[in-house]
């Protein structure tokens, strides 16, 4: 379970760094929302949306990945191994999925509300 987290946490560390950056080059949309007459919560919240969206799809795409590559990869490599995705580490991996979600736009997200005052 250790290493499991170490590597999810490794990549939620690599996707948030993407995120932060789309978010950064974001800036100038975010600023023309504002000048149109969008509220800061409402950008927070299409942030916040779309960070999700992201996180929940790639979080059902390593389980999918999980459940039916694990099987192919022990026949490949033709070894007799009881392995199977165990619950914990899988809610555990949707967990920091989800806090990655919800954490990665919050920095752009500040950034914008702190440069528009």
Do not use: H, Y
Not at 87 to 109: E, I, K, M
């Amino acid at each position: 379970m250790a290493i499991s987290g170490i590597v999810l946490l490794i990549a939620c560390a690599n996707v948030a760094n993407l995120m932060l950056a789309r978010g950064v080059s974001r800036e100038r949309e975010v600023a023309i929302s504002i000048a149109l007459g969008s509220s800061k919560g409402r950008l927070v919240r299409q942030l916040l949306t779309e960070s999700l969206l992201v996180s929940s799809v790639g979080t059902t795409l390593g389980v999918l990945f999980a459940r039916w590559g694990v099987p192919l990869l022990v026949r490949f490599l033709d070894v007799f191994l009881a392995l199977a995705p165990d619950a914990r580490v899988l809610a555990f991996n949707a967990g920091v999925a989800t806090v990655t979600g919800l954490l990665a736009p919050a920095l752009p997200a500040r950034v914008s509300n702190r440069s528009k005052r």
